[in-house]
């Protein structure tokens, strides 16, 4: 009798403290990478986007473990081909075909929340960090949401030039992210 008790309580613990892991609902997403050139503003929307992260604890936001991102680069796409081709040739897309985020530390207070990552663009590893905001929605699901600057030249990729070089694309990049995530 105590033996299966103590069984009990080890089993309840666990479960109380096993790691959850959530990832993206991509229909309820979205990321848009924009910038400046000569000519206009302009927007590119990734289509496709793996991501997933571990809470330590079950619907304790503070509890953020690891996540990763995946996306494959010819997946970010805009309404005109020839940019698309000059953003592909720019990152590399033939020897380096996605771009990945990896999760190193994150703190979060409240709703807020500062991660610090390793990004990787067309073969260049560097560790930045960004602000993001978290919200817990009714279904249990989380939205994080961002806005990351970017310099392509920090990645060694040359801003994209068409036209003989009449068309030139601005170095910073943002990068705007809506992800919700559903609890596997």
Do not use: C
């Not at 590119?44 to 991501?51: D, G, H, N, T, Y």
């Amino acid at each position: 009798m105590v033996s299966t008790l103590v069984v009990l309580l080890v089993v309840i613990h666990s479960l109380a403290f096993a790691q959850v892991t959530y990832k993206v609902e991509w229909n309820k997403s979205s990321v848009f990478v924009s910038g400046t050139s000569t000519i206009h503003d302009w927007e590119m929307k990734v289509e496709q986007l793996q991501a997933s992260f571990e809470l330590a604890e079950a619907g304790s936001l503070q509890t953020l473990k690891n996540g990763r991102v995946s996306v494959e680069v010819e997946s970010i796409k805009s309404d005109r081909s020839l940019m698309n081709k000059k953003t592909y040739e720019a990152l590399k897309s033939k020897k380096n075909p996605t771009i990945t985020v990896s999760l190193d530390e994150v703190n979060v207070t409240g709703e807020k929340g500062v991660a610090k990552f390793t990004l990787s663009i067309a073969g260049k590893k560097q560790q930045i960090s960004d602000d993001f905001t978290l919200e817990s929605l009714a279904d249990g699901q989380i939205r994080i949401e961002g806005e990351l600057d970017l310099k392509m030249s920090s990645y060694d990729v040359e801003p994209p030039v068409a036209l003989m070089g009449t068309i030139k694309t601005g170095d910073e990049v943002k990068i705007d992210y809506n992800l919700v995530f559903k609890q596997q």
